[in-house]
């Protein structure tokens, strides 16, 4: 999100985020996808009604994790998202400009230059001005992520000073960073006094890629899940769907990792009853106190 905000505010553009899922767009789907994808329907819906000049959607093919990871690419379902939504929309979307850039970058935010140029000449831009917005995008997104880390560093020692059990979240940032999606997780472990940080917040650029993996989620989970195994007080907590493919392979590797060390995996979906999560939490908390 920096690095999009970036891109089009610095050519002038006000940026309309939509506010919540519309329950009637997510009826609109055409197949049985898994949980965030029904949200995506129900985002669109809601951004569609605010009658936006343009909605940005892009394909994005593969992200960077860190120097030395190899080639890493996103989930099918997620590439695949804009041209479903399009289709299932289209009537709607009469009078709104889609755009859809392709944006293939395992190694680098740079690698997006020649999509996010072509992006702002649809939008209207000269190609300087649109390559000064691509540099502004691109610092954007590094200073959020240097301070996401610091962030994390600083919770880490607040952790490790309290001597108390501390949770990472783990999981893909659309569902366990998304107060829609994660059905409060991090609320109920903070409600009982535990500290919650997002695996992303981890120092885990030194830690040895896993040869295997080649989603680009899955890999910064799994290195970030080395971390957690290494230092005694912290937890982690594990925010899956059900019928995601991706994470039924990363899952057996972050239990793996973990060994002996106790973590709790959620499960959700738009069915899942609030007081399941609450019973599962406690017992979770138990075992680690137990640990």
């Given at each position: ?42 985002f669109i819906s809601n951004l569609i009604a605010k009658k936006p000049d343009y909605i940005l959607l892009p394909h994005v ?198 060994a002996e060390k106790p973590s709790l995996t959620l499960e959700l979906d738009s069915h899942t009853a609030d007081a399941g ?8 908390l138990d075992i680690v106190k137990s640990y």
């Amino acid at each position: 999100y920096p690095f999009y905000h970036g891109f089009l505010t610095s050519l002038g553009f006000s940026i309309i985020l939509s506010d919540k899922p519309d329950a009637e767009g997510i009826e609109r789907r055409k197949a049985p996808f898994c949980y965030p994808v029904e949200l995506a329907h129900g985002f669109i819906s809601n951004l569609i009604a605010k009658k936006p000049d343009y909605i940005l959607l892009p394909h994005v093919r593969a992200t960077p994790v860190t120097k030395g990871c190899p080639p890493s690419t996103t989930c099918p379902l997620i590439q695949g998202e804009p041209y479903v939504l399009r289709r299932t929309f289209q009537e709607d979307l009469k009078g709104i400009e889609l755009l859809v850039p392709v944006l293939d970058m395992p190694e680098s935010y740079a690698e997006s230059e020649k999509e996010m140029l072509l992006l702002g000449s649809k939008l209207g831009a000269a190609k300087a001005a649109a390559r000064t917005a691509f540099l502004a995008a691109i610092e954007a997104q590094n200073k959020f992520l240097a301070d996401t880390k610091a962030a994390g560093k600083a919770a880490l020692e607040k952790a490790a000073a309290s001597a108390q059990p501390t949770v990472v979240l783990f999981g893909r940032s659309y569902n366990a960073f998304s107060g829609v999606a994660h059905m409060g997780i991090p609320h109920k472990f903070a409600s009982r006094g535990v500290m919650v940080i997002p695996y992303d917040m981890l120092d885990y650029d030194q830690d040895e890629p896993i040869p295997a993996m080649h989603w680009a989620a899955g890999m910064s989970i799994l290195k970030a899940a080395k971390v957690a195994k290494r230092q005694p007080h912290l937890f982690g907590c594990y925010v899956t769907n059900f019928s995601c493919g991706p994470d039924s392979f990363v899952i057996n590797y972050f239990r793996e990792i973990m060994a002996e060390k106790p973590s709790l995996t959620l499960e959700l979906d738009s069915h899942t009853a609030d007081a399941g999560i609450d019973t599962r939490i406690e017992a979770f908390l138990d075992i680690v106190k137990s640990y």
